[in-house]
């Protein structure tokens, strides 16, 4: 077809079309390298079907037109008594509509207003993609996201490549599909296309298309192509695609030997990197890097994140006793098991948030539990400090354990005052911009885990009851400093 078609208007891409037996741009149910998984497959504790729903959600998508195949009755089943799903899911049998039969898409392309999302089942990717993809794709354009397998962070469709070129004064690109085996790096005798091709960006099987061009295969006359390859080439023709890379926004295809494997660490690597802005130096560096292994292990184990949290607390419990004696050996053993308690408390976050099972309870759960264990510490410490050491016998290490524990007790309050004040808009408005400020500041501070590691340096080195005497002190000062913060909302109003 000559020229550009007409833009079409802005709309706001609400909806997606998850392909679950076949890849994006295969065609006729034969692939472009790797064949595709079962969406059955699990992958970070998630059947692969399972998580795309989820991401599709969580990242904006309002309806969800699933082409799946034999396994739509396992599919149906997984979904039909979860409460978390919101999205509106419409099921169409492939055996009816094959995604290779151009009709498939014109069908789709008179039911979608403005522009959707095509996604096949064997990609794993962020909300935070879904969000860019749906912000950019709402302006009229193909919008794919690219990559290049030596970066490491994510995968490409190995039969698809995009070169850019320079045409009539303007700058577009030609989609370029090649057989998969050229580009691979083991190829004995690599020839000079392969070499070329080798360098230019994958497409992912994640893209966003205008509805105006869903349905242009059966006007190109598709002969066998895939239609959605067509399409594509059509946007490139018209100059109208537009990339994004997805070494910001972590994407990874799953085919291949180790694809779930290195999903499930993308996923995970892309987790605690948008964490990471609220974690101390120590979690950021020792314990996130700990906690990953743990946190696979767990989601191997089906293991919810309450139950995480409750073995956190249990092991910190433990780490308690273990001051109690006021042995040297014993408190280090109990500062290496604070350690411990402190690495899992790390993946009941990470496991409820991989597996979207995000909920108010298990916020309040993890809160209470990390508290009781700071109490149960400083007790067990202060019995330590009584029993053995140069303030045993007296009633100083009493004394301060007693102010660190009530000095706890009312730090958990205000932290409470400041969470139920961030969730009500109305007051949180009638605060100035500073103070909100505040709040996010001394809410993102209790959260640091960065205590864990002085009290390991002090066991190694004798110090707990000084270590005893600055949280005597320091905690005092952290609850008048919150107190201050948040004055304007502590003062009743007339």
Known sequence: MDGTLKQEATHAVDTAVLLTSVGVFDH??????????????????????????????????????????????????????????????????????????????????????????????????????????????????????????????????????????GL???????????????????????????????????????????????????????????????????????????????????????????????????????LQTLKGGLD???????????????????????????????????VGLVAAALFVPGSLELALLGALVLQLSVIIDCCDGEVARLTFSESKFGQELDIWADNIVHIVVFAGIACGAFLHGPWEQTNLPLLLGASAVMANVVSLLLVNHARRLRGRPRELRQLTEQERANIEFMLGKVANRDFSVIVLLCAGFGFLHWFLALAAIGTWVFVMLMAWMLRRSLIPRA
């Open 28 to 165: 006729g149910g034969a692939g472009t390298g790797e064949a595709v998984p079962s969406p059955l497959m699990r992958v970070g504790g998630m059947t692969l079907f399972q998580r795309a729903v989820f991401t599709l959600q969580r990242g904006g998508i309002s309806q969800i037109w699933v082409l799946a195949g034999s396994e739509e009755q396992a599919l149906r089943q997984l979904l039909r008594e979860d409460s978390r799903i919101q999205a509106a899911v419409r099921w169409l049998p492939v055996r009816e509509f094959p995604p290779h039969d151009p009709q498939t898409w014109e069908t789709l392309a008179e039911e979608i207003n403005g522009a959707c999302m095509i996604v096949g089942c064997h990609t794993v990717y962020a909300p935070s993609l879904v969000q860019r993809l749906r912000n950019e794709g709402s302006q009229g354009k193909a919008v794919v996201v690219v990559g290049h397998p030596e970066e490491g962070h994510h995968g490409g469709n190995p039969g698809v490549v995009l070169r850019p070129e």
């Open 168 to 270: 009539e004064g303007r700058t577009t690109s030609t989609v370029v599909f090649h057989d998969p085996a050229i580009s691979q790096p083991t190829s004995p005798k690599p020839t000079s296309q392969a070499k070329d091709l080798s360098r230019l960006p994958l497409l992912g099987d994640l893209m966003v298309l205008p509805a105006r061009l869903l349905g242009i295969s059966g006007v190109l006359q598709a002969n066998g192509t895939n239609p959605l390859r067509l399409a594509l080439e059509q946007a490139a023709v018209e100059g109208t695609i537009q990339t994004i890379g997805g070494a910001s926004h972590s994407f990874r295809d799953v085919r291949g030997p180790r694809g779930p494997q290195l999903a499930e660490r993308t996923l995970l690597h892309e």
């Open 280 to 314: 101390g130096l120590v979690d950021r560096y020792v314990n996130r890097k700990c906690s990953g292994l743990l946190t696979r292990g767990f989601l191997r184990l089906g293991w919810s994140p309450n139950t995480i949290t409750m073995v956190s607390l249990a």
